[in-house]
């Protein structure tokens, strides 16, 4: 069985420990977790499975991590690769810019033929406008986390969207070898 190498950014620790918890359910033996501050573009390339998370900030920036790697990435070739995303963000504080990182990482990968999983719905958040939205079709690029105003549903989030990519991945008992929590 291969990993899935799974690749976060995060200055507070919010989107590190939402990474954790994706872990714990899929599964340690199944996922290798790495900051994005401390890899290469070759430790990437090793996986045919990924997650990125990715915490927008402010006005719609990317997080100081990714955003020091982002040329890497730009460059790595994504074909054949299956990518999950997850994002964090303020949808009442930053509306205007809900997740728009996780928005423009997909852009890059998809640029360079990565096969996107774990579309989510929009159904439930409350924003003016994301680049992770993909238009008229009610759904984003990848999970929806908002830690500063919804971190109630992040635990049923985590479990309905990590048995929703256990399946697209293909991973052996699909959904329902994806331990579900309440934390």
């Keep these: 069985m291969s990993k899935i190498g799974l690749f976060y950014g995060s200055d507070e620790g919010n989107t590190e420990a939402v990474a954790l918890r994706i872990r714990t359910r ?26 990125f998370g990715i915490p927008t900030w402010d006005f719609g920036q990317i997080q100081s991590d990714w955003e020091e790697f982002w040329e890497d990435v730009q460059e790595i070739d994504f ?28 852009d890059v990968i998809v640029a360079n033929g990565a096969t996107i999983v774990g579309l989510w719905p929009t159904e439930g958040y409350e924003f003016e406008a994301s680049k992770a939205e993909i238009e008229g ?45 309440d934390d």
């Design 137 to 181: 079709e009610g759904m984003f690029v990848g999970l929806a986390i908002d830690e500063d105003q919804q971190e109630e549903l992040t635990a049923d989030r985590l479990n309905r969207w990590c048995r929703q990519i256990a399946d697209e991945f293909g991973l052996e008992g699909g959904a329902d070898s994806v331990a579900e929590l």
């Design 79 to 106: 074909s054949g690769k299956k990518v999950a995303l997850f994002g964090l963000g303020d949808q009442f504080g930053y509306g205007d810019y809900f997740l728009d990182a996780m928005g423009m990482l997909h």
């Design 26 to 51: 899929l599964g340690e033996d199944r996922v290798d977790v790495h900051d994005i501050a401390d890899v290469t573009q070759l430790e990437i390339a090793d996986y045919e499975q990924l997650i």
